[in-house]
């Protein structure tokens, strides 16, 4: 059964920065695009972040060029640099496979709060 761990959220004030990270565990990795993607309180889940397997990524209009998705093969890991950060970033954020693939089960997430 495949696992996801999503870790590295927290508390931030507006324009910081925060690194997070999800480790996949019960199945091949390399061979899959990976995604982040997030949910506010009473909204729908959004895709934010893709990264192929050749590693080339794609970024949502409302993230773009203050965020960094990147992936480590060997640990079987995926990352999300987050820059610049917004209080509309406010959100549960997790991983999964890229958009338009059969998803694993989810995680439990990680809290990302913007605010000061």
């Known amino acids: 059964q495949v696992q996801l761990v999503e870790s590295g959220g927290g508390l931030v004030q507006p324009g910081g920065s925060l690194r997070l990270s999800c480790a996949v565990s019960?199945?091949?990795?390399?061979?899959?695009?990976m995604g982040w993607y997030r949910q506010a309180p009473g909204k729908e889940r959004e895709w934010v972040a893709g990264?192929?397997?050749?590693?080339?990524?794609n970024y949502a209009d409302s993230v773009q060029g203050r965020f960094t998705i990147s992936r480590d093969n060997a640990k079987k890991t995926v990352y999300l640099q987050m820059n610049s950060l917004k209080p509309e970033d406010t959100a549960v954020y997790y991983c999964?496979?890229?958009?338009?693939?059969?998803?694993?089960?989810w995680g439990q997430g990680t809290q990302v709060t913007v605010s000061s």
């Open positions: 999964n496979r890229g958009v338009g693939t059969s998803f694993w089960s």
């Open positions: 990264i192929s397997n050749a590693r080339s990524t």
């Open positions: 019960g199945s091949i990795f390399d061979v899959y695009g």
